[in-house]
T-cell receptor, first 112, second 117 residues
Framework: QKEVEQDPGPLSVPEGAIVSLNCTYS??????FMWYRQYSRKGPELLMY????GNKEDGRFTAQVDKSSKYISLFIRDSQPSDSATYLC????????????FGDGTTLTVKP | GAVVSQHPSRVICKSGTSVKIECRSL??????MFWYRQFPKKSLMLMAT?????????EQGVEKDKFLINHASLTLSTLTVTSAHPEDSSFYIC?????????????FGPGTRLTVT
């Protein structure tokens, strides 16, 4: 079983919809949780970073972490066509960013 | 935000040849850089940690003699795929955390697509 599971999608929504992206994990030692956005043929871009459980909001994006359920989510409000990309969750147990374990990514398409 | 560049963005080479990929941090110094490999629709796999002034640290299963890493300066790390074979074809991405490696704010390069024929 993989340490991090992420629904690969693809996910297609109309513009303006609320999008929910999710990951589950098995390693209870994970404490740092990240969401990256990756456009086609580009490197990932860090969107949100959360330490331990709780919510974090940044504009239209909200990251939620539920360590008791080993479940993290990224919500996108008022989705835009420019949000169309692959979203990767990542998590790590220590402070070394390079040791993150990544999900396989969920491909999102927002249709105008 | 911080910028990390990679060169080349795309390379096609013949089997048996070597290919060098450069990763540069453009507006900050990076004592540590990371090299990843990404297969289509798959997650990033950490290959190695590049350390300025010392040897790279390779992840289990990654051949250090196959993937040579040199961290020549505080802004440049290179990955050389030696004696490339078709199975080495992949998307290679580097990243650099701002400051040292003890931060989760790492910046990724745009990636290099390697095709070995």
């Amino acid at each position: 079983q993989k340490e991090v599971e992420q629904d690969p999608g693809p996910l297609s929504v109309p513009e303006g919809a609320i999008v929910s992206l999710n990951c589950t994990y098995s390693n209870s030692a994970f404490q740092y949780f990240m969401w990256y956005r990756q456009y086609s043929r580009k490197g990932p871009e860090l969107l949100m970073y959360t330490y331990s459980s709780g919510n974090k909001e940044d504009g239209r994006f909200t990251a939620q972490v539920d360590k008791s359920s080993k479940y993290i989510s990224l919500f996108i409000r008022d989705s835009q066509p420019s949000d169309s990309a692959t979203y990767l969750c990542a998590m790590s147990a220590d402070t070394n960013a390079g040791k993150s374990t990544f999900g396989d990514g969920t491909t999102l398409t927002v249709k105008p | 935000g911080a910028v990390v560049s990679q060169h080349p963005s795309r390379v096609i080479c013949k089997s048996g040849t070597s290919v060098k990929i450069e990763c540069r941090s453009l507006d900050f110094q990076a004592t540590t850089m990371f090299w990843y490999r990404q297969f289509p629709k798959k997650s990033l796999m950490l290959m190695a940690t590049s350390n300025e002034g010392s040897k790279a640290t390779y992840e289990q299963g990654v051949e250090k003699d196959k993937f040579l890493i040199n961290h020549a300066s505080l802004t440049l790390s290179t990955l050389t795929v030696t004696s490339a074979h078709p199975e080495d074809s992949s998307f290679y991405i580097c990243s650099a955390p701002r400051g040292d490696s003890f931060t989760h704010e790492q910046y990724f390069g745009p990636g290099t697509r390697l095709t070995v024929t």
